[in-house]
């Protein structure tokens, strides 16, 4: 295998090769650590005798330990059950049930204990958790809201980065017992001569663990990354069918999925969708009227493991701004002259992580100029943004790569798009662009289209009167990687 095979097979599954060295370190850490808690509690003062202090309120150590193990199953209950954390949930089932194995080795936490006489203590912490985790979701209406139980994720991180903290405290650092405290209350200890030291055994690798360990943690109860991705292009060069194409292509794989995380469209997305359900529209928008403007946004969730928030934004605008974006960045233009949709369109540059920057393929088609000039100076203002560069209306040159190749664009999109590159590439201003973007590739998207009786091309309808669309599949996902 390549090395550019290699790095697309990593870029294509790296959520299942995340998960799969999540799963290892698992699996290596909770047994070893675990027993490393046990050493460190055998060796412990302030901690025990914090522990301890349940003694003051007349409860005993196996209503304690079945008290918090209700606790926390209460919170890893709850995140099984929401769709972002399911995976992760799954595993920190297994890494529970390995450290527990290795506290039971140790006889600690749940030796003699009788389960039934203490079963009220255990499912006193269980309500408890399932209350602090956000449980009453679960008895609510659904609303636009995700199901989320972010408090549950948040409390398993706290509970178990304290653990582990405590255990490295204890095991490494020595110091002189401050107070004890028994069934008969707290009594302080007397003076002794012992200092404070580091115990040096062990201290690297025990540190080691414990640091992958919170680590590999962080990343399962992180909640979405946010990545937003705002489109620039020239006017008529189809900004807003592209906003649409890549929302219908996300409700698709909403739809299909367990993610019930809502899209948040923008009312002007919304309505321009609307004229999808018009059978008698050729065509599915009309023209940006003079003096009108349009924000097209939403968003969607990219990926079931390690799940990432993307925002998809532009401004839909009749006339052209794209030309004073430049020194409307740099703040050279008059302030009489930046009118609101300028500021906009500013503001949008300069919040996203990355600019989709639009080539018109039909304006190449006819040899008409791009228009695309202010692209190279947008970039040059736009530091540390991801750019990635996308063909629109690559429906007029499907035809020329069927005639060419024999195949068919929507059915051999990365032939198609390996044709696209090289066309485009023939220009010198399309050439420079890919250049200034360090050979970034470009990505064709269109709708299948037909040329009707009057010779206008118009999109194709299924059965059930829904365009169809190509390669937006493919480039929602590189948005997902590229974040």
């Known amino acids: 295998m390549s090395g550019n095979n290699i790095a697309g097979f990593v870029q294509e599954n790296r959520e299942k090769l995340k998960l799969l060295l999540y799963f290892a370190v698992i699996i290596v850490l909770a047994y070893s650590l675990a027993t490393f808690i046990g050493q460190a509690w055998e060796n412990a003062h302030l901690a025990r005798s914090a522990v301890r202090l349940h003694y003051l309120i007349g409860m005993s150590r196996p209503a304690l330990n079945m008290a918090f193990l209700g606790l926390f199953l209460g919170f890893l209950v709850l995140m099984t059950l929401d769709p972002k ?29 009788n389960f039934i006489s203490e079963a009220p203590w255990f499912i006193g912490g269980l309500i408890i958790g399932l209350g602090i985790g956000g449980g009453r979701k679960l008895f609510q209406v659904q609303t636009a809201d995700a199901l989320e139980f972010r408090r549950a994720s948040l409390g398993i991180f706290c509970i178990l980065v304290l653990i582990v903290v405590a255990a490295f405290f204890e095991y490494h650092i020595q110091y002189p017992e401050l107070f004890t405290v028994t069934q008969d209350g707290i009594q302080t200890a007397t003076a002794s001569s012992e200092g404070i030291g580091i115990e040096t055994a062990g201290i690297f690798k025990n540190m080691l663990v414990s640091g992958l360990f919170i680590f590999v943690l962080a990343q399962f109860v992180t909640y979405d990354a946010e990545h937003d991705f705002f489109i620039l292009g020239p006017r008529a060069s189809g900004k807003s069918l ?38 008698e529209s050729e065509w599915i928008i009309e023209a940006t009227g003079r003096g009108e403007v349009n924000v097209l946004s939403f968003q969607y969730v990219h990926g079931r493991v390690f799940p990432t928030n993307i925002g998809l934004q532009s401004i839909d605008y009749a006339g052209e701004y794209l030309n004073r974006l430049p020194d409307a960045i740099t703040g050279t233009l008059p302030d009489d002259s930046v009118d609101a949709t300028l500021e906009r369109l500013v503001d949008g540059v300069e919040e996203a992580d990355t600019l989709v920057l639009l080539l018109d393929l039909e304006r190449f088609m006819n040899d008409e100029p791009l228009e695309i000039t202010e692209y190279f100076d947008i970039l040059r203002q736009a530091n540390n943004t991801g750019v990635i560069l996308v063909a629109t209306k690559a429906d007029v040159m499907a035809e020329e790569f069927r005639e060419e190749r024999g195949l068919e664009a929507h059915r051999y999109q990365e032939e198609f798009r390996e044709y696209i590159n090289q066309r485009l590439r023939g220009s010198q201003q399309v050439e420079s662009l890919i250049q200034e973007t360090a050979g970034t590739e470009i990505y064709p998207v269109y709708y299948q289209t037909k040329v009707n009786e009057n010779g206008d091309r118009v999109p194709i309808r299924d059965d059930t009167n829904s365009v169809m669309t190509v390669g937006f599949d493919e480039l929602l996902d590189l948005f997902g990687r590229r974040s």
């Open 85 to 113: 954390k399911r995976v992760q949930a799954t595993l920190l089932w297994l890494g529970m049930l390995i450290s527990l194995v290795g506290l039971l080795s140790l006889n600690l936490f749940l030796v003699e204990i």
């Open 242 to 279: 592209f906003l649409i194409g890549a929302y219908l292509e996300a409700l698709e794989q909403t739809s299909n999925s367990s993610s019930n995380t809502p899209l948040n469209p923008s009312n002007d997305l919304v309505d321009m969708i609307q004229e999808l359900d018009r059978p």
